[in-house]
């Protein structure tokens, strides 16, 4: 099977899916997302670890999530003068994560910025004080791709989509199985979704050796998926048909048990297109 460079992106549904990537830099708004109660948290670091935690599932209610946020922002100064089970940089990297989980529930631009701006400036103190821990990286090339998708920069500046690449090349060689696969599936879908050369560095046989890694590291469905949909931007519709029907009968277990909630109607919609011939 020939595989050429990507000849643009793999669609709104791609550009849709949790790991889309590119890069710009970011600027951060003096509005946080809602207004805080900080205050009224726990004043004990391992209390407000426990409940960031409990209420930072990506499927959590949005009222969740920003108490999760805040209960890490008072974790993160609190464990700078008192003793604590985790370091402020290991909670920078959750906190990145929440911020993450809240910016895909909100509806409006403006608001999807405040919290992607918020999770950025996590991710960056992570990549600082942890340079040799993938999270950071991880984490702050996923948001700087939201932030791009939303702002409307996409992938078609070379220096940006080449700035999510070295993120997410540094975090594949620091641990390519943070989040089952997470570097790979984010590598894919770069190479996938950036126009070719000489816009930028869309490669679709790139896109398909990262989508084979991820899947062949884990099992996990989103792994599947991404690499479905390489598949289907590739014209090869029955085996993507294959990979999206695996991700369809996964065990709704684990964390696929609150992931998989988001993804199956989408699933099922590619599933309906295939069928359709569309």
């Known amino acids: 099977m020939h595989r050429g460079a990507a000849a643009g992106k793999l669609g709104t549904a791609l550009a849709a899916a949790a790991f889309i990537l590119a890069a710009c830099g970011s600027t951060i708004p ?8 900080i205050d009224s948290l726990p004043n004990d670091v391992e209390i407000l670890i426990a409940l960031a935690e409990a209420k930072a599932l990506e499927d959590s209610p949005l009222a969740d999530l920003d108490q999760a946020a805040d209960a890490l922002d008072k974790a993160i100064e ?24 809240a910016a895909e529930q909100q509806k409006g631009t403006a608001d999807k ?23 950071g990286y991880y984490y702050l090339a996923v948001l700087q791709g939201r932030r791009a998708q939303h702002s409307g920069v996409g992938f078609s500046a070379m220096a940006l989509a080449k700035r999510v690449e070295e993120l997410g090349l540094k975090a594949a060689s620091l641990d390519p199985n943070f989040e089952q696969g997470g570097p790979y599936r984010l590598l894919a879908m770069l190479y996938a979704n950036a126009p070719p050369w000489p816009t ?78 569309e």
């Open 30 to 37: 003096s509005k946080l997302p809602h207004k805080k109660k």
């Open 113 to 135: 910025l405040i919290w992607i701006a918020r999770g950025e400036a996590a991710a960056e103190a992570a990549v600082r004080d942890l340079p040799d821990r993938v999270e």
């Open 200 to 277: 930028s560095i869309g490669d679709l046989d790139k896109a398909f050796e990262y989508a084979d890694k991820a899947v062949g590291l884990s099992d996990y469905p989103m792994n599947h998926l991404v690499r479905g949909e390489v598949l289907l931007e590739d014209g090869e519709p029955v085996e993507a048909q294959k990979e999206l029907k695996s991700v369809l009968a996964a065990p709704k277990s684990g964390r696929w048990a609150h992931e998989g909630e988001m993804w199956r109607p989408y699933v099922r919609q590619l599933l309906d297109q295939i069928d359709s011939g």
């Open 78 to 101: 609190l464990a700078k003068t008192r003793k604590s089970s985790v370091a402020p940089p290991e909670l920078q990297w959750r906190l990145a994560r929440v911020c993450f989980f």
